[in-house]
């Protein structure tokens, strides 16, 4: 003997869109009828039995409902999801169709997030679009649905790197209730074959000489090996972390940052066009040892009207002429960190929409996913630099 519920809903569906002033709440209520029959009807096919039917074709038994609330145009959805019980695994389809849309609406707000658009614009594109408030907090919980797919590529496997360049910026985070300027540190590597890659990316309190330290041990725990010069501008952090994790590779000082910081020992400001000049005829030496002869010839031109100049001259452009050890057509790229400066000021375009980072956590997930996607254009076009392996 089986017993079936008189189907009602029809005529509740009737009532509710007739007999009424039609308005959101009307429809609102009439979609929940819906819905809600639905889902028992499809609840009944994957039984194979209606409700209280005895069958021997019954796969499993009804187990009463669970609430759910979506959130939709119309409003906020109060459903009754129907549950089974038994070796029978049942989810209704309108739901689960709901529940991927729901996840592709969340990677949506996450790559605007990424993409340097505020807060504000993704809440007014979501609400012209689908009629939905989304605040602040959960535009960043959206965002953390990039979290593991980012951190695979921070540890994926590393290989092969002739050049290694490296360099931080400083971005203001809010680190246990104090606002504090956080150092972003990058790794960006040329291979054999004079390909780029982003090799890396960490957030740290400082540039001091443990965080750079612990930064490059995580890059060759990931397989780093085969550098053969680092190109860096003069950090005693990053020198020293150099130093002891990279012991022995010749070190290129970024000419472009040792020509500021030789203008800024120069006293009188006419000469600062003198001395600038005086360097890049250094700097475009056609060999090392050239390069020391012009330098030894500028350090006695200032050794007895500026002498600190010229003890300063000696002392630091050497760190500056690594280069010269390379090919002539590849000096060009490797003399300065303009490659990463490069970088930066693309961190830089995207990260001053935020401003303020509100924590660490959601600083590395967008320079993350900013440099892993230039990397990935870097890997997949043209090579950067012109015969890459020396004679």
């Not at 921070?154 to 050049?163: S, T």
């Not at 005086?278 to 020391?292: K, P, W, Y």
């Not at 050497?318 to 300065?336: D, F, G, H, M, N």
Request: hydrophobic share 40%; charged share 25%.
């Amino acid at each position: 003997m089986t017993h079936q519920e008189e189907a009602t809903w029809p005529l509740d569906l009737v009532q509710l869109l007739c007999n009424q002033e039609v308005g959101e709440d009307r429809f609102l209520a009439a979609l929940r009828v819906l819905v809600n029959e639905a889902m028992r009807i499809e609840r009944a096919a994957v039984l194979q039995a209606q409700p209280y039917e005895r069958t021997s074709a019954r796969q499993g038994y009804a187990n009463g409902y669970k609430p759910k609330t979506l959130a939709t145009r119309l409003g906020p959805l109060e459903l009754q999801v129907p549950q089974v019980r038994g070796d029978v695994e049942f989810y209704p389809s309108a739901l689960d169709k709901g529940l991927r849309s729901e996840r592709a609406l969340k990677l949506a707000i996450a790559e605007m997030y990424v993409q340097g658009v505020s807060t504000r614009k993704v809440t007014q594109v979501l609400e012209q679009l689908c009629g939905l408030q989304v605040s602040s907090t959960q535009v960043s919980q959206c965002a953390a649905l990039l979290d593991e797919e980012l951190k695979q590529w921070r540890q994926r496997p590393l290989g092969e790197i002739v050049q290694l360049l490296l360099d931080a910026r400083y971005e203001k985070v809010r680190v246990d209730g104090v606002v504090v300027r956080c150092a972003v540190l990058s790794a960006i590597g040329l291979d054999a074959n004079g390909r780029r890659s982003v090799l890396g990316v960490s957030v740290a309190l400082s540039e001091a000489e443990v965080h750079w330290r612990d930064f490059l041990a995580s890059l060759q725990e990931r397989g780093l090996y085969g550098v053969r010069l680092i190109i860096s501008d003069s950090h005693a952090g990053l020198k020293a972390a150099c130093a002891a994790r990279l012991a022995g590779v010749p070190w290129q000082r970024c000419q472009f940052h040792l020509l500021q910081n030789a203008l800024q020992q120069v006293a009188r400001q006419h000469q600062k066009t003198e001395v600038a000049e005086a360097l890049r005829g250094v700097f475009n030496a056609a060999d090392l040892a050239e390069a020391q002869r012009r330098l030894q010839q500028v350090v006695q031109q200032y050794e007895a009207q500026a002498p600190q100049l010229a003890q300063w001259l000696e002392e630091n452009v050497p760190e500056s002429l690594t280069v010269l050890a390379w090919p002539a057509p590849q000096r060009r790229y490797l003399r300065t960190t303009n490659l990463v400066e490069r970088v930066q000021r693309e961190l830089k375009r995207r990260t001053r929409v935020a401003g303020l980072f509100p924590n660490t956590a959601s600083l590395l997930r967008l320079v993350s996913a900013v440099l892993a996607e230039l990397s990935e254009e870097w890997e997949c076009g043209k090579v950067y630099l012109p015969q890459a392996r020396t004679e």
